[in-house]
């Protein structure tokens, strides 16, 4: 008999397909697991709705599950229950080390470009001398900043 | 046809052609940082058009992509904003702005649906839009600083506010009416909204190219 914990523990081997230094358990981005008879149910978000890697996820959990001997039932939930807060502390840490500055907390009211522009801290060498190079990235979920210290391009992970 | 999925589709449609539209600048933008940024935008507009064509297609009984695809031109429920097209920077910055000012202010009130998933997937929506919105505003910022920009974004706004105003339900026209004005700095003129339901003779050269390898492809063909 399967149980959740277990299921946990292999979807946190399952790597983010376009950032694999992270899992999609760091990401957040399981809502919940739950155990019925020979049947795991996991919840899941998309991070950014265009999102190509959305179908690879789907099926790398899926092989997961099977492997454990269960039946898998991974259910899309399209509502705004998840957000970059939602990155553990060790995800964070991650993409830090990778080169993609973390995201910043989500703001209570609306986001204004200002709060973008200034402040961020340079993943190389920890500069806060960085500017926003552009909103838009190679993924949908990453914008792209420039380190005026270490005169390094760097991407960061939008804050939705 | 219940008028959740009348709405599902309008929105789903809106989104997928104004996706269609923005991919046009990949390759072709004046500088590489616009051509990252509307291919991007592009992208989550095709994917909030995928989810919400999702919901719809749950209702119909068929799925996403035949209701993206497999419907004549007339059937689909754009609004004639988003079936314009105009590769010229100044118009492709003022409908962008017209469109996402627009957006905001539906989505702000799809937030408030009593439908749960509704308001939910409006809500998702609403949190990658925001970025759409500040790329916007920059833009209108930079136009409005010199005065060729101005003169040439006042030139676009004018020949697509009616269009713009056809985005929304008349209820919620004032409101976009006044965010623009105030944005804009100059009155707006009282014009006939150009209606959903009423194409542009570029919506069939659009649906032509957009669906021409799936109408190509031989039956029973996998994706």
Known sequence: MVTADQVWEVLAEIPDPEIPVISLVDLGVVKGVAVDDGTVRVDFTPTFMGCPALEVMQRAMEEKIVELGAVPEVRVRLDDSWSTDDITAEGREKLRVAGFAPPTPRPAGRMELVQLQRGFRCPYCGSTETKLENLFGPTPCRSIRYCESCRQPFEQFKTI | MSDRTDLL????????????????????????????????????????????????????????????????????????????????????????????????????????????????????????EAYHRMHAEMWIDRLLATDEGHTRLDEAIDELWPYALGVLDEELRPELKARAQERLGRALPDVEAKPRGVHEAELGELWEEMTSVRRSAPPGAQW
Do not use: C, M
């Open chain 2, 9 to 128: 589709l309008a929105l789903a449609d809106d989104e997928l052609i104004l996706g269609w539209r923005n991919s046009e600048w990949t390759g072709i933008a004046p500088f590489l940082e616009e051509d990252v940024a509307f291919s991007s935008i592009a992208q989550n507009e095709i994917g909030h058009a995928r989810a919400l064509y999702e919901l719809a297609a749950a209702e119909l009984g068929t799925t996403a992509d035949e209701l993206a695809f497999d419907r004549r031109p007339e059937e689909y429920r754009s609004a004639p904003l988003v079936e314009l097209r105009r590769l010229e920077w100044a118009r492709t910055i003022a409908r962008h702005w017209l469109y996402e000012t627009a957006d905001e202010i539906r989505l702000a009130a799809l937030k408030a649906s009593d439908d749960q998933e509704i308001a939910g997937l409006a809500a998702k929506i609403d949190r990658e």
